[in-house]
């Protein structure tokens, strides 16, 4: 047997033995690195005959690209045994459940105040808002409550700057949402309208039920042909869709309100079993919100023509309608900060409310 076909066999045979990249690397210096086997053999070439050489040279040269491919394929070989081994070693359960961790939870005043938005945004209600300070024109005057009237010792308000040397109307902070009706109105394009404003009022007053803060949504529907029918249609459309209940029962109980004629207070129809309150059945009722008409003067006061504009109002505390279908018993613990109720009556963010996933 020919040298090179020796130095072939040997070399084949390292390379096809060899198990890994140092073996091959080695393997590799002792053939063709500077004083390889092969490479001495190459060297041997220039010292040859031109008879000789000719038949040797490319015989050697088929010799080193031989083992050049070997070596190449042997080395794939082992690199895809190196990734094999790695990807059955290195894997993860993508399965597995996430670990916990702390997700902030929605307050159910924010979760109620997003629900019924949605409701009154799809009956085709806009939003408003107004100043929680207030002057009193705003807060009392303008909706028909003059200094001397009683209802404003009813309300309990909160002065927070009395009238001064230069005759400023004092402020209050505003004892409901109703001053924004007279903000709308009084703006070029006020009327027509129909809208919400939800927000933050104040009076001083504290127990199970009371709280020196909390919010009410206010609604006002203005137009050139708007009757009492249509303010017991909404609301009774609202509390449906609200509370998911199909048969809602409403009582509107007439009531005065200085800025409607005529007013309602509006219960709702409901049952108290062992002590677990139900909706739309029973024999008691709940008071859930106030209403009525919208007083002629307060049409007057934003300079709108009573004979050609009318249409309703209403007030609700949306606190109260927190209470009343999530069955949180104390208004005062949605002002406590205590991230252990929030944890427990608090709200996914990614379940944000929607009429048509029913809320
Ligand atoms: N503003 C009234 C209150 O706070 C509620 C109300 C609003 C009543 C609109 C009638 C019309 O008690």
Same mark, same amino acid.
């Given at each position: 047997?020919?040298?090179?076909?020796?130095?072939?066999?040997?070399?084949?045979?390292?390379?096809?033995?060899?198990?890994?990249?140092?073996?091959?690397?080695?393997?590799?210096?002792?053939?063709?690195?500077?004083?390889?086997?092969?490479?001495?053999?190459?060297?041997?070439?220039?010292?040859?005959?031109?008879?000789?050489?000719?038949?040797?040279?490319?015989?050697?040269?088929? +010799?080193?690209?031989? *083992?050049? =491919?070997?070596?190449?394929?042997?080395?794939?070989?082992? #690199?895809? @045994?190196? $990734? /094999?081994?790695?990807?059955?070693?290195?894997?993860?359960?993508?399965?597995?459940?996430?670990?916990?961790?702390?997700?902030?939870?929605?307050?159910?005043?924010?979760?109620?105040?997003?629900?019924?938005?949605?409701?009154?945004?799809? +009956?085709?209600?806009? *939003?408003? =808002?107004?100043?929680?300070?207030?002057?009193?024109?705003? #807060?009392? @005057?303008? $909706? /028909?409550?003059?200094?001397?009237?009683?209802?404003?010792?009813?309300?309990?308000?909160?002065?927070?700057?009395?009238?001064?040397?230069?005759?400023?109307?004092?402020?209050?902070?505003?004892?409901?949402?109703?001053?924004?009706?007279?903000?709308?109105?009084?703006?070029?394009?006020?009327?027509?309208?129909?809208?919400?404003?939800?927000?933050?009022?104040?009076?001083?007053?504290?127990?199970?039920?009371?709280?020196?803060?909390?919010?009410?949504?206010?609604?006002?529907?203005?137009?050139?042909?708007?009757?009492?029918?249509?303010?017991?249609?909404?609301?009774?459309?609202?509390?449906?869709?609200?509370?998911?209940?199909?048969?809602?029962?409403?009582?509107?109980?007439?009531?005065?309100?200085?800025?409607?004629?005529?007013?309602?207070?509006?219960?709702?129809?409901?049952?108290?079993?062992?002590?677990?309150?139900?909706?739309?059945?029973?024999?008691?009722?709940?008071?859930?919100?106030?209403?009525?008409?919208?007083?002629?003067?307060?049409?007057?006061?934003?300079?709108?023509?009573?004979?050609?504009?009318?249409?309703?109002?209403?007030?609700?505390?949306?606190?109260?309608?927190?209470?009343?279908?999530?069955?949180?018993?104390?208004?005062?613990?949605?002002?406590?900060?205590?991230?252990?109720?929030?944890?427990?009556?608090?709200?996914?963010?990614?379940?944000?409310?929607?009429?048509?996933?029913?809320?």
């Amino acid at each position: 047997m020919s040298e090179i076909k020796k130095t072939e066999d040997i070399f084949l045979k390292l390379i096809s033995s060899s198990k890994n990249l140092e073996d091959l690397e080695s393997i590799r210096i002792r053939a063709l690195g500077k004083k390889g086997e092969v490479s001495n053999l190459m060297k041997s070439i220039g010292l040859m005959e031109e008879k000789e050489r000719k038949i040797k040279a490319p015989l050697l040269n088929a +010799l080193k690209d031989k *083992i050049i =491919e070997n070596l190449e394929k042997k080395k794939n070989l082992i #690199n895809e @045994d190196i $990734l /094999n081994k790695r990807i059955s070693s290195e894997w993860s359960d993508i399965s597995r459940p996430v670990r916990p961790t702390h997700k902030g939870k929605i307050h159910p005043i924010s979760q109620v105040t997003d629900e019924i938005v949605e409701i009154f945004s799809d +009956l085709g209600f806009s *939003i408003a =808002e107004g100043p929680q300070i207030e002057s009193d024109w705003y #807060n009392f @005057d303008a $909706l /028909n409550i003059p200094p001397e009237h009683p209802a404003r010792q009813e309300f309990d308000t909160f002065y927070v700057k009395q009238n001064n040397k230069n005759g400023e109307e004092p402020n209050v902070l505003r004892t409901h949402t109703s001053p924004v009706q007279i903000r709308h109105m009084e703006k070029t394009d006020g009327v027509p309208c129909r809208i919400i404003v939800p927000g933050k009022v104040f009076r001083s007053d504290y127990d199970q039920t009371h709280t020196p803060m909390f919010n009410q949504l206010e609604g006002l529907a203005i137009d050139k042909d708007i009757n009492m029918s249509h303010l017991k249609w909404t609301l009774e459309e609202f509390c449906r869709t609200f509370f998911d209940i199909e048969d809602i029962v409403l009582r509107f109980r007439s009531s005065h309100f200085p800025f409607t004629e005529p007013s309602a207070e509006v219960d709702i129809r409901c049952s108290w079993e062992d002590g677990l309150l139900k909706l739309g059945q029973g024999d008691s009722w709940l008071e859930i919100l106030g209403s009525g008409m919208v007083h002629p003067n307060v049409l007057r006061s934003c300079k709108v023509d009573p004979k050609i504009y009318q249409g309703f109002a209403f007030g609700m505390g949306i606190d109260r309608l927190a209470m009343l279908k999530y069955g949180i018993p104390d208004l005062r613990s949605f002002f406590d900060s205590d991230i252990r109720w929030l944890d427990h009556y608090g709200f996914d963010p990614l379940n944000k409310p929607s009429i048509h996933n029913g809320l």
